[in-house]
């Protein structure tokens, strides 16, 4: 199981002598990944990243309790979110940037013991990057690579667009940190004009290139008007169960193992 430093399982926590054991067994480094953006007038700018390093945390922590031997990394925070660069708040790193970040970053696991990486990741702009980046690192280090990318549950009047400081975010931090959410200021942008789209989307069969300014004048995407706590507490809860049954299954994948 490795060595258990704390009830979370930090790596950064570790001396070097406990670093060099648990690279001596065949542990799973777990990589919150988030951002600093806009949020709309209610949510904090590091929104993404307070989710995802919750998540990932708990996460990290049932699964080292049921056996798995994983281990919570420090969370990449300056992510790919220039997307939303038309707003006040906005701090990212270029495509380029960020990808050679985490190509970088493998290598350095690699050398560290670790033969899987999972990345949680709580922003949707990183998505189809650390899909890519997946590959990369799995061609040039031999790791193991995973990529938790859980979709937004659509509120009830957000006709499936609720991509961004919408209701389930706002739950969400609603539940983890209510003193930062300001449900005064919440106000709802539907985007009608993708909704009203048969085959464009941002999940349907045709994508379309956006910037946030496109979408909304306030950085909001969706409808935050009806969040709770108590939704956010399920959603967060269920984020953590998934990542952690994930884990179990990640300790010992091996897609060509014949069955």
């Excluded at 542990?27 to 951002?35: D, E, H, L, M, Q």
């Excluded at 600093?36 to 007038?41: K, M, T």
């Excluded at 349907?204 to 969040?227: E, H, K, N, Q, Y």
Aim: some cysteine; charged content about 20%.
């Amino acid at each position: 199981m490795g060595v258990v430093i704390g009830r979370d399982r930090r790596y950064a926590d570790l001396t070097t002598v406990e670093a060099a054991r648990v690279g001596a067994g065949d542990p799973i480094a777990v990589v919150p990944t988030g951002a600093v953006e806009p949020h709309g007038p209610h949510l904090p700018l590091a929104t993404d990243l307070l989710v995802a390093e919750h998540v990932a945390a708990r996460a990290v922590t049932a699964a080292a309790e049921a056996g798995t031997d994983a281990w919570l990394m420090p969370a990449l925070g300056y992510t790919k979110s220039d997307e939303h660069a038309g707003f006040p708040g906005a701090l990212w790193i270029g495509a380029e940037t960020l990808f050679r970040q985490v190509v970088e970053l493998g290598s350095a696991l690699r050398a560290s013991g670790f033969a899987r990486v999972l990345f949680v990741n709580c922003h949707g702009g990183n998505s189809a990057l650390l899909e890519v980046a997946l590959r990369e690192l799995r061609r040039r280090h031999d790791l193991r690579t995973f990529l938790y990318a859980g979709r937004a549950e659509p509120g009830p009047t957000e006709r499936g667009m609720g991509i961004h400081a919408g209701w389930a975010e706002t739950s969400m931090m609603l539940h983890l940190h209510p003193e930062l959410v300001d449900m005064a200021a919440a106000e709802a942008r539907v985007p009608d004009g993708v909704a009203d789209c048969r085959h464009i989307g941002f999940t349907g069969p045709v994508r379309f290139g956006w910037l946030a300014r496109d979408l909304s004048d306030t950085g909001v995407i969706g409808d935050p008007t009806g969040a709770d706590a108590d939704t956010g507490a399920r959603l967060v809860a269920g984020h953590v169960d998934t990542v952690s049954a994930a884990l179990a299954e990640i300790a010992g994948f091996d897609p060509g193992a014949a069955r």
